[in-house]
């Protein structure tokens, strides 16, 4: 499967904006992405396993909106956005 | 841009980043550079004994992470950040302090996170281990947050006894252990707090602020505390309120000096306002808080400042500089413990946090 990474996160791939990965959930293949790339699915993570409040992933451009990505199903061929929130306007 | 050996360095952590100064005199400051543009930084240090400096770095979408560096212009990214076992419930939203374990603990690195515990790094914040004694104290289910969140904000090792140690937690206590983590017990003999409708001790419910250890007695602590500036004797087992002499009782950063006895904090205006009283003021006890002196040379006024709980620092030389970068972005500095003082950086972004040290 193909993913996006937003631009925070691409000094995990080297640079690489779009990074290949294989699972049957997107809990299996952030796993897989964390094989290959050594810490990048704790700053997508919370430390409980849920998607992290200010990230956001799309399937297929679909909101994923269910926060265990172990109960998202992901196939071949998928391609998963990870973006951050839009942030600012507080401070 | 490099550091040159030699210099003193001066960290600045902000809610936009990170800025590193370096000085060979204390007089003339030259800014190394801006790092971690647009993410919060609440602590930085450089710590000389481990040749290596810690960031505290905290993304507002993808968590935090202590960074680190040997140069303080090159930091490199660990793989994780301390984390909580997924049975916890919690999630570490913010590292709040690093501190080194001191020449009792050397190569051992702690953090304080947000919601509130203490990891433990042996690998140059590689990797992290939770305290989970301080965790599973009895007290953890009263823990409540206040209004800088539910945040361990203050590591003091012993410097002589590596199982010894002190942490601050806002709203909740003054903890320390005797046995390297495994029990911790409070430490709020003396303290009150004053928000319970009555006086009676508590184990939690205080709100330490900031603590500091005497540069030449282990076993004596400073604390600001949100009401009160105190002093702790080891041998005595209390604390002592020696805020008489303040403008104010209130206030959150503090620093101990280079010489024994000798200690600063900035006073604000009550809880509400929490600024400057009218015009910057750092004051100084030479004799462990028996007596203060207000010093104003060189400071803005009127002025209406905030230094938050990082904000005031001290590079442990002699005669001691002091730091105090405020909210509104920037640096004082006096290299003559505190006689005379100047703006060594202005229009930086809100600072949350200042340290400086020796760059050898």
Known sequence: MRIVLPAALREYARGASEVKASGRTLGAL????????????????????????????????????????ARVRVEDGDTVHIIPSVAGGSR | MTVPKGSTVVMVGTRKGLYVFHSKDRRRWRLAGRYFEGIPVHHARYDPREGMAYAAVNSFQFGPLVHRSKSLTKWTRPKSGPAYPKKSGWSVAKVWNVQGGGPAQPGVLYAGVEPAGLFRSEDDGESWEQVDGLTKHATRPKWQPGNGGLCLHTIVPDPKNPKKMVIGISAVAVFRTEDGGDTWKTMNHGLTARWFPDPKPREVGYCPHKLARDAEDSG?????????????????????????????????????GSEGGSAYVVPLKS??????????????????????????????????????????GADGQDPVGVYVATEQGQVFATRDGGDHWDVIADNLAPAMSVTASPYP
């Open chain 1, 30 to 69: 952030l796993a897989d992405l964390d094989a290959k790339f050594p810490g990048i699915r704790q700053r997508i993570l919370e430390d409980t396993g849920v998607i992290r409040q200010y990230v956001n992933v799309f399937v297929n451009g679909g909101q994923v909106e269910e926060p265990d990505p």
């Open chain 2, 271 to 312: 809880d509400g306002d929490r600024t400057t009283l009218g015009e910057m003021a750092v004051y100084r006890t030479r004799n462990g808080g028996r007596a203060w002196q207000r010093l104003t040379t060189g400071l803005p006024r009127p002025a209406h400042l905030t230094i938050l709980r990082e904000g005031v």
């Open chain 2, 220 to 256: 004596t602590l400073y604390l600001q505390h949100h009401w009160g500036v105190f002093r702790y004797e080891e041998g005595k087992g209390r604390w002592v309120d020696v805020s008489r002499g303040l403008s104010s009782s209130f206030g959150f950063g503090l620093a101990a």
